[in-house]
Every structure is written in structure tokens, then in C-alpha cells.
């Protein structure tokens, strides 16, 4: 939701940038680098802990297929141009950052489908004793996409850099004073970073990326006019080769990429040109795909998954279709009870509304019965979630026993329930148009409970932000997911009855508090899961959050000279069409002989296999 | 107040006005239409006109709601009338007498097995099927008119109030007032109104009255330009002189002498203006500005209507009643203006 709204706004801004930016201004502006020899050089520091245990992974199953093949050009969109190529400071935090970030490779990551570690820019790496630092070896083959070999500077760098205020990115400051303590550089391949404290899961906080130190040299506060349009140097498999503002853009692939022999990397990334097109409407988007001009289309809601199923391209199998179980943390969306309100501080009212709320009405209605009522606040976390919530069902009976119990127990000449003078009546905000309709089923089926909802859109940001300031009764959304459940921020006191903070239910309970502390503070692994499941039966036994419903799976349909893997997918992936994603993406490849014998049936409008695959590896339930 | 008499020149202005077939026929339509949606509950409701229960008659049409316990039901929320219409099958002395569409605008109707929207079925009486979440469209096109034709009427009536006190008063009295007040309805006039609405909007709730007044604050300077020349031009007439000369006051003057005067300018910009309110509420229910959801609204089907486009009946349901409507406003507007015009030596084309 959140990202939806980012996308309402950049895409109204960015329909002005395009017309005062100059057209077709196609090919890299150069920018020419500050003088390297002002940079100053970091002195080697011998590594003074002993017994380092150095570790790599060479046996977690990698995800590309061996069959794939290189080459090809594959044809996606963009619903928005960026406003810049950074990757930081203002306006760089645009529906396409992925793309850029995702070739801003970090030294190691998670495997997705096993959660260990796995190689990136570091060849090898250990913990130290403390939990409070890691040390890296970098691969000695790592280098920039302009050749120069990625080395120790290039971290210490990383940290000024970050740490710099011309980068106008007040968030990266923080988090990189806060959360990082320091770099240090032991030789030209060896570093440690430690963070301020020992955190459970350290290595997720440690993951960081080089910034290319011979590229910007010293920056000053130019930065971020300067670079808005650069071509930076990367490290990943593409990189930027041609755009026209307002456009397109397109990706090369590296030819002799550093990485792409790494066991990880082994059959992925393997087209050679990636091309965005902006089309600023899904629908005039899935048309394009419809007609071949675009490669794939994320077909995940069920609009468009049953949108023009007897069009040729599908009927004949000329475009393929999968589903696909993906098992990952589910956002947090539901109705979410602020309990500043005076209705709504009273527990009876908050599960006399859970009752009253007909999710599975919504689910059967307008999403076909194929997506899934979410159990909790927090759902998918594995080992994290607590298997035994289940959310509170559809029971106008019990809502009515339940609002009886805070005194609403007439019912006036509307039906609506009535405590002396005052209706039983709520406002449920919500900041994604798209949820407007089932809404109104909520908002029909709740009626029959006596509880009158008021339905209220609001412009995406003007939503959020009167959310963070705690004006809402109800607000319907979801919060992006981290890859272990935090219950600070949204659950503790230190954060209620305060705006701008993510306690958006003004929860203030010294119980909750207190095994909040306990969690946060522990970095056993055991004692959290623990407390992370008993948390989530508090926050459940309050009634403070009201799950709704989530696809528990992604749908692609794609025209049929694309080949994927057998399994086309990790468990965290969100696409079997991910171009970049160092974890799950770029598996796909291109297929010319197919692609001709596709053309061939087109022409002769011969039919082809259209079964639609289900991959239901990582299926939870 | 003004008082209408039917003096002979008023009546050879309706004469004209029924010369001009369209416009005349336009209305006629546009009253009917008015008037059918007025009293929309009677023909297009999930309540049923008249039930007979256990030999006792029951209206639920207007009023409270009856609760299903009255029906021998074991809920006590609204009846779900067609549940209990199945009950009565095979029944001689209970029946419900259900409206010619047995749908409210805003109930989902979900039929076993398939999805929503529903085509055009006359076996279910969706006469133009349903939209994406299975709501009759024949109920929120009626319903969504009766509440964008309100809407238009009263921003009507409100905006030329204000508009016309003030283009007279500037002419009437000239000099600086006439000076500042021209000045502050230029800055005023060059105010994004859309935009200030949708800004407004999102701060709080929309409801149809706080819409009224939205556009009536940001909607009645454009009749004060004409109203003011006018007011000008009668000022220097004989028959204000001679008023003045009398002593009357200048509000007696403005209201009593130079107003009737200048109805037929009203008259002529009013259709028009019922024409802008309409689309302005469309144009903000179609961004998902105007009233809240679940409010039937053309703004709200025609965006369905844009994305599914390949659900036809949505789209062009609306798109034909919208047409249909502004048609007839602009054609009545057109036979008004005709009509009031003193040049009868015109031709009307």
C-alpha cells in the first residue's frame, strides 16, 4: 500500500518533470569525477582477534537452471519514469530503485530459501566473538562496472559517504551512526564493520555494499544535483546503457561481469538487454502485454488473471501462465484500532468490530475465493509466528454480545446499535483506491452486526500521514515486512499517544512493554522465538489489529519463448520475472528456436499446450 | 421578493420556449427524470413495497428498518428481503410485494458460482448488469443522479444567491467597493477549484453538504461579471432614477427594481450551470475525491467502467445516461436563452 501511494505521487511529479526535462536526450551523461588524488588513504589495522573462524557457503543449491542460455532482450515497463538515478538522497526512493540497488551488490547475502549466508562481494567471512562485528574477505576479482577492482577503500569510503550530509538522506545518516559503530580496514581485501551493539541475526545488519570511492571522490553540496543523472558505476550484473527521460530505459548485461562464474550466479542473468517502457496505466500496460509488447505480466490479482481469457494468445498457450506458493512475511494489513478513540479504547467494541468484519465475504466475492484470510499481525514469519492464532470469524451473534457488553444494545430505526444517544458508528480510513469496493462489502456485511463503518478515502500520503499522527479510528493498511518480527515500534509505549511513530494503535500496556524489552534486548535465538510467539498472543488477546486477506502466491503470465527453471522461484520471491534480484531473479532466459515456432503457430493460429503450471513447493498451508 | 407575475411578456417568453421543440421536450424528460428519482425508493429497492406476514401488512419502503425477528427470522439487523421471499415460496397467505429492481444501490448481490460483474440479465432484473463488485447498475446510475442533481441545484441556487446580491451590489454602488471586489473575485476566480476540493477533501470527511458548500465558496463569482454589467447598464435607466428620487433605499432599488430586470441573464447562464455542477461532482467521484464510498456515483462507475473496459455494460450505461443528461440540460439551456432573448427577430437554428 505504502509503495502504491509512493507510486500516486511520483507519478504525478513526474509528469511535470517530463515536460520541462529536455526529450530524448538519449545516451549516459558523463559526469566527470573529483580529482582522486584529494581523497585521502586508509591505513591498514591487523585484525588483533584471534581464532577467526572464516566461512563460506558451497553447498546451498542455487537457483539458476544450467540449461539457460545468454541473450535476448526482454520487454517490461514502468507505471513511472524516476526522478533520478541515485540511488540516495531526495527522490531516489522510486518504484525502480530496485533495479539500481539490486546491481549495487552488498559482500554477502541470505539464501532464500535456507536463510544462510551466501557469497556476494566477500569470498568468505566470520563473526566475531562479541556479536558485535563481522570480518569480510573481499573476492579479489571484484570490480566496478569501469573496470577498477573493488577494494577495502571503497568500504572505509562507504561509511563517510553515508555518513555525509550532501547526500541529503537524513535516514542513511542515522542508520549508519546508530546502527554502525565502524569500518576497518585490515588490508586491501580484509575488513571488519562492527555495529554499535550485539544484535541478534548480526549478519542482516552488516550487509553493506561498496560506493565506488574513484567515482565521486570528495563530495560536496552539489551531490545530489550533480549525480541526479549519472551513470554510477556498479557492481552488479547490468548496468544502465541508454535512456530517454521520461521514457524508457535500458539495461546491458555485463559481458564479463566479475561474479558471473560464482557457483550462486551460475545459469541467471542471462539476457542480454532488459528495457523499461513507461506506461502510466496498468491496464493500457497489460494490453501491450497482451499484444506482445511487453515479455511478462504480473497477473497476481485476479482482474487481470481472468481479464481476456479467451483472447487467442491465451486459449492457444501462445502466452504461458504459472501460479506460484511463495512462503515469505506477509505484510501486516488489516484494520488497524486506535485506541486514543473513546469507542474504540474499549476492548468489547474492538472484538464486537473483529466479528463483525466478513473478510471471507470479501475473499469469496471480489477476489474469487483465491486469496487467504491472514491469521495475525504477523504471518509467515516461520518459526517467528505462532501457529495457534487463528483470526476471529465472522459472527454478527457474538459482535452483538460483545458490543452489549460496552453498553450498545438497542438498535435504532436504522439498525445501526445505539448506547442512549450516541451510534455505534466508525471511521475506517484507507488510502488505496483499489480497496474501495471491498470496503463497502466489509462495510455492508458489518451492518448486519449493528455497527455502522464510514468508509473514508484519503490521497495516499494524506492518508499515511494522518495515520502517523494518530488522528484515525480505523486505518486500513499494511505495513512492509521485515525479515523478523519487530513489536517495538508498533506495539511499545515508548512509541503511543506520540505522532509520527509507528504505533498507530496507541498501545500502552506494561505486560506488552515488558516482554517488548526482553525481545529486543535478547540475541538468543530461542528465548525470541519464544517471546516472539507469546507477544503475538498478547497482541492478539487485545483485539488491536484486524487481519485482512493477502495472495499467498504470485501469478505470471509470459509469452512462451521465455524459459524459466523447474522451479521458477524462491521462497521469497514475488516474481519468476525479477530481472535484477541478486537473490531470485533473473532466472529466465531466452529461447530463439522456441520463440520461431511460437511466430509459426501465431501464424497458422495452431493451438499449443495452455495448462496453467502451479508450483506449490513452497506452499505453507 | 420578486414577484413573478405572468405579465403577457412573460408569457410570450414560456411561448417561445415551447416553440423550441427540443428544449421543451428536453424538460419535460428532465422533470420526469427528476421526478423518478425523487421517488427512486419506490421502483428501485431491496425493500419490498408491501409485505404480508402472518396475516398482518407491512410498508418497509420508507422508515426504520424491520427487523428480521418480525419476519420469524433469528437476526435482528435489516430483513434480507429476498432471503425471505424464498421462505414465502409455495406460501398463498405470506407474499412481498417486491419494486420493478429488487436491488438498493449499495447491497452486493453474489451469485453461486460466478463473479461479479454480472452482464446485463433481464431473469434477474440486473437490467444493465452489475458492476465489478455486483451492484445494479440501473440502481446507482438512478440513485448517483438523484444525488448529482441535487447536488447541482443546490450549488445552483446557493452560488447565484450569493453571486447575484454581489454583481449587483458592485454595479449598484460602484467606486471602491466595486474596486476591491472585482479584485478579490480576479484572485478568487484563479483558484484551481478542483484542486483545492480534492486538497479539502482528504483533510475531512466529504459529505453532500460539505460538497455543497465547497463549491458554492469557490463557485459563485462567475455570475457576478454579468450581473454587474447589467446592474450598470439599468442603473442609468430612467426608472431607477426616478425610484431613487423617491427615496428608496438602495436595497429596495437592487432587489425590487434592478433584479426582475435581469432575470433573463440569470436565467440563460442557470441551465449551464446545473450542467457544470454534474460533471464537477463527477469529476471528483471519478479521482475518488467526491463522496464517500460505498455513495452511488456516475464518477465512481465510470472509472469501474474505464478499467473494465472489457465489462462493456458498465462503462457504456454510464456514459450514455451522462450524455443523455447533459444533452438535455445543454438543450433546455439553449431554448431558455432563445426564449429571453429580446431580439425575437432571431432564427433559431
Known sequence: ?621 | MIKLRFDPLTLKKFRRFREIKRGYYSLLIMLFLLFAAMFAELWINSRPLMVKYEGQYFFPTYGSIIPGTEFGLDYPSETKYRELLKKFEGQNENWALMPLIPYNAVETHSIEGEYPPYPPNAKLKHYLGTDTIGRDIVARLVYGFRICIFFSLLVLVFSYAIGIIMGCAMGFLGGKFDMIMQRIIEIWSNIPVLYIIIVIASIVTPNFWIMVTLAVIFGWHPITYYMRAVTYKEKAREYVQAARSLGASPMRIILKQIMPNTLSVVVTFAPFAIAGGITMITALDYLGFGLPAPTPSWGELLSQGQKNLDDYWIVWSVIVFMISVLVMVTFIGEAVREAFDPKKFTVYK
Request: aromatic share 12%.
Open chain 1, 1 to 621: 500500500m505504502k509503495i502504491l501511494w509512493i507510486l500516486g505521487i511520483v507519478s504525478l511529479l513526474s509528469g511535470c518533470n517530463q515536460c520541462s526535462s529536455q526529450e530524448s536526450t538519449d545516451g549516459a551523461q558523463t559526469t566527470t569525477s573529483t580529482n582522486t588524488a584529494d581523497l585521502k588513504s586508509y591505513p591498514n589495522t591487523p585484525i588483533t582477534e584471534e581464532n577467526l573462524k572464516w566461512l563460506t557457503n558451497e553447498t546451498d543449491a542455487p537457483l539458476g537452471s544450467p540449461d539457460a542460455i545468454k541473450g535476448g532482450t526482454f520487454k517490461a515497463f514502468m507505471l513511472t519514469y524516476p526522478l533520478t538515478f541515485r540511488s540516495v538522497g531526495p527522490d531516489s526512493n522510486h518504484s525502480l530503485r530496485s533495479l539500481f540497488l539490486d546491481n549495487d551488490l552488498s559482500l554477502i547475502y541470505s539464501h532464500p530459501n535456507t536463510q544462510n549466508i551466501i557469497p556476494g562481494i566477500a569470498e568468505s567471512w566470520a563473526f566475531s566473538s562479541d556479536k558485535k562485528s563481522m570480518y569480510f574477505k573481499i573476492n579479489p576479482n571484484a570490480r566496478w562496472s569501469d573496470g577498477v577492482p573493488i577494494r577495502a577503500d571503497d568500504f572505509m569510503y562507504m561509511l563517510e559517504f553515508y555518513r555525509s550530509k550532501h547526500i541529503l538522506s537524513p535516514f542513511r545518516n542515522n542508520y549508519y551512526t546508530e546502527m554502525i559503530d565502524k569500518i576497518v580496514k585490515h588490508d586491501d581485501l580484509t575488513i571488519s564493520i562492527s555495529s554499535t551493539k550485539p544484535r541478534p541475526d548480526i549478519h542482516e545488519y552488516l550487509a553493506l555494499g561498496p560506493v565506488p570511492r574513484h567515482f565521486y571522490g570528495v563530495i560536496d553540496k552539489d551531490f545530489v544535483k550533480k549525480y541526479n543523472w549519472s551513470i554510477i558505476p556498479n557492481s552488479g550484473p547490468y548496468i544502465l546503457e541508454k535512456f530517454s527521460k521520461g521514457k524508457s530505459l535500458v539495461f546491458k548485461r555485463k559481458k564479463d561481469w566479475w561474479a558471473k562464474d560464482l557457483r550462486f550466479n551460475k545459469g541467471r542473468f542471462n539476457v542480454d538487454r532488459i528495457s523499461f517502457k513507461t506506461i502510466r496505466d496498468q491496464n493500457t500496460a497489460f494490453t501491450y502485454f497482451m499484444k506482445g509488447q511487453l515479455d511478462s505480466f504480473n497477473l497476481t490479482q485476479p482482474d487481470y488473471w481472468y481479464k481476456d481469457e479467451k483472447a487467442r494468445p491465451l486459449v492457444n498457450g501462445y502466452i504461458k501462465r504459472h501460479v506460484f506458493y511463495n512462503d515469505l512475511p506477509r505484510p501486516s494489513r488489516g484494520f488497524w484500532m486506535n485506541q486514543a478513540s473513546v469507542l474504540l479504547s474499549d476492548i468489547h467494541i474492538r472484538r464486537g468490530i473483529a466479528y463483525s468484519i466478513d473478510a471471507n465475504k470479501v475473499i469469496k466475492q471480489v477476489l474469487r475465493g483465491e486469496s487467504q484470510r491472514l491469521s495475525q499481525v504477523f504471518t509467515g514469519y516461520g518459526k517467528y509466528t505462532n501457529p495457534n492464532i487463528k483470526p476471529l470469524p465472522f459472527d454478527p451473534k457474538k459482535a452483538a454480545a460483545s458490543f452489549a457488553k460496552a453498553g450498545f444494545t438497542k438498535r435504532g430505526g436504522d439498525g445501526i446499535l445505539m448506547k442512549g444517544r450516541q451510534r455505534l458508528s466508525i471511521e475506517v480510513r484507507y488510502g488505496n483506491k483499489q480497496n474501495g469496493d471491498r470496503l463497502a462489502i466489509v462495510k455492508e456485511s458489518a451492518k448486519e452486526a449493528g455497527l455502522e463503518l464510514v468508509i473514508k478515502y484519503m490521497d495516499g500520503s494524506a492518508f499515511f500521514k494522518s495515520v502517523l499522527e494518530k488522528k484515525h479510528q480505523i486505518a486500513f493498511m499494511g505495513w512492509s515486512v521485515s525479515s523478523k518480527p519487530s513489536y517495538w515500534q508498533g506495539f511499545h509505549t515508548d512509541n503511543a499517544n506520540k505522532p509520527q511513530t509507528n504505533n498507530i494503535t496507541n498501545t500502552s500496556d506494561p505486560a506488552l512493554d515488558k516482554k517488548i524489552e526482553i525481545y529486543r534486548a535478547s540475541i538468543n535465538t530461542d528465548e525470541r522465538i519464544s517471546l516472539a510467539k507469546e507477544i503475538q498472543q498478547m497482541i492478539q488477546d487485545r483485539v488491536l489489529q484486524i487481519p485482512s486477506w493477502e495472495a499467498f502466491y504470485f501469478r505470471n503470465g509470459y509469452w512462451r519463448w521465455w524459459k524459466l527453471p523447474k522451479v521458477p522461484g524462491s521462497k521469497e520471491s514475488g516474481s519468476s520475472f525479477d530481472p535484477t534480484g541478486y537473490t531470485s531473479g533473473g532466472l529466465y532466459w531466452y529461447d530463439k528456436a522456441e520463440h520461431d515456432k511460437v511466430k509459426a503457430a501465431m501464424k497458422s493460429k495452431t493451438k499449443l499446450d495452455n495448462t496453467v503450471e502451479t508450483y506449490d513447493q513452497y506452499k505453507t498451508n
